[in-house]
């Protein structure tokens, strides 16, 4: 069942962002793509979404980075293909994931990455009218 999105409760501008995205389910690994990335989460497009509420690992490929970028998210909202054929405002099925740390250091590191990948892909100046700065 999907839950709804609450756009509106969202902390972080969001940018689109197209990444590789590689995680495991059941013993069988999935690659998938963003849609778009924020510093407190993702959209990842998929027709198998997880179960809202899972929580699970995944990484982040970027072309720019030697290693992937490793992350903890939970499941928050999903869309399903149905969902998606229904509504033109939203035309990719897929799963709305907000990013889990484990402590203050981990949440600083990820955002600096996130905020780098959002620079890069952007462009400074589109980046600094999106964040309002």
Do not use: C
Request: positive net charge; without cysteine; proline residues 5%.
């Amino acid at each position: 069942m999907a839950e709804a999105k609450e756009s509106d409760s969202r902390r972080h501008p969001r940018a689109p962002i197209e990444l590789k995205v590689e995680y495991k389910k059941l013993n069988t690994f999935f690659a998938d793509y963003t849609k778009n990335i924020s510093k407190g989460g993702t959209f990842i497009k998929t027709r198998r979404p997880l179960a809202v509420g899972t929580e699970f690992v995944f990484k982040l490929l970027v072309p720019s980075m030697n290693e992937p970028i490793a992350l903890r998210g939970k499941v928050k909202w999903v869309v399903t293909e149905q969902q998606a054929a229904a509504d033109p405002q939203n035309p990719e099925a897929g799963m709305g994931i907000r990013f889990i740390y484990d402590d203050e250091g981990q949440r600083d590191r990820i955002e600096g990455d996130v905020e780098r990948l959002m620079v890069d892909s952007l462009g400074e100046l589109l980046y600094s009218k999106l964040m309002g700065r």
